[in-house]
Each structure stands twice: as structure tokens, then as C-alpha cells.
């Protein structure tokens, strides 16, 4: 639902709906707005860390490590529903104490994937390139162009 229709637009009465329930069954399970919202991006979080692992065990095997992270972010962009609820994420825990532990495990995540192998001021920078990338995809619609991005990140990780 929130990958749907935003965090904005996500209501006790739209969750009950889409699910074909009573609304009284969501605000049994859910008595807050912030409680049914916290389920959600967490139920959506759940995978991560088996993403992580898949991730991690790539870039250990990669002979290209900025070609393989330049891959992964594109594989990520490719499903657009789950990246934009993830930006969802970021911005609710931005406003929102209760859901930073949510993002927080996004960003160390990442992070303890990456230093292995970039170090840690190279990390930080693609990451960085990894949200404004993500950002611009789900604004404009528009694909990354893999060579592009790989250069980008062979030169934030070059000494």
C-alpha cells in the first residue's frame, strides 16, 4: 500500500480496502496510523538482509568491483515499486524517530557491504551517488545507464 500510493495517502480505511477487510480489523491490530505504517516498512524490510548477503557474496566474487556495484544498483532501480518505498522509508524516518532503526539498518547495511572493498571515504561517496541516482530514476522514469554509472563509481573509488 505505502509503495503504492505513499505514506501520505495511507490510511486505516486504504489498508482495510485494499486487503478486502473491516476497517475494524486494522485498527485492532494497528490502533495508530504510526503503528500501521511501522508494520508496513517493516513487513517491506524484512528481506533485507538476505539482499545483503546476496550482495555481499557478489562483490566478494566480483573480478570488477565497480562494475558489480554499478550492477547492483541497477538490479535494485529495476524494481521501482520497492525503491520508491525505500525513499518512503528514508523520508518517514527523517520525521519520524520510531522508524530511524528501519533506515539505519539500510545504511549500515550498505555501508558494511561496501567498506570491505571500496574503504571508507570511497563508501561514503557511493552511497551517496547510490541515493541521488535513485532519486533522479524514480523522479524522471527513466533507466541508469550502467557504463555511466560505473565510470562514475570507478572514479569516486580511484585514489
Do not use: N
Not at 505514506?7 to 478486502?20: E, Q
Not at 533506515?103 to 572493498?117: F, K, N, Q, S, V
Request: proline share 4%; hydrophobic share 50%.
Amino acid at each position: 500500500m505505502i509503495s503504492e500510493q505513499g505514506l501520505a495517502r495511507t490510511s486505516h480505511r486504504a489498508v482495510a480496502a485494499k486487503a478486502d477487510l473491516p476497517l475494524g480489523a486494522t485498527t485492532y491490530y494497528f490502533p495508530t496510523l504510526d503503528d500501521l505504517i511501522a508494520a508496513g516498512l517493516q513487513l517491506a524490510a524484512a528481506g533485507l538482509q538476505d539482499d545483503f548477503e546476496r550482495w555481499a557474496e557478489r562483490l566478494r566474487h566480483a573480478d570488477d568491483v565497480p562494475a558489480a556495484v554499478a550492477g547492483l544498483i541497477v538490479e535494485y532501480l529495476a524494481d521501482r515499486q520497492r525503491a520508491q518505498l525505500e525513499c518512503e522509508l528514508y523520508v518517514a524516518a527523517a520525521r519520524d524517530a520510531a522508524l530511524r532503526p528501519l533506515a539505519m539498518a539500510w545504511l549500515t547495511g550498505m555501508r558494511d557491504i561496501l567498506e570491505p572493498h571500496l574503504g571508507i571515504d570511497a563508501t561514503r561517496d557511493v552511497m551517496a551517488l547510490f541515493d541521488g541516482v535513485t532519486l533522479q530514476a524514480l523522479i524522471t522514469g527513466r533507466d541508469v545507464d550502467p557504463a555511466a554509472l560505473t565510470a562514475t563509481i570507478r572514479r569516486l573509488t580511484s585514489p
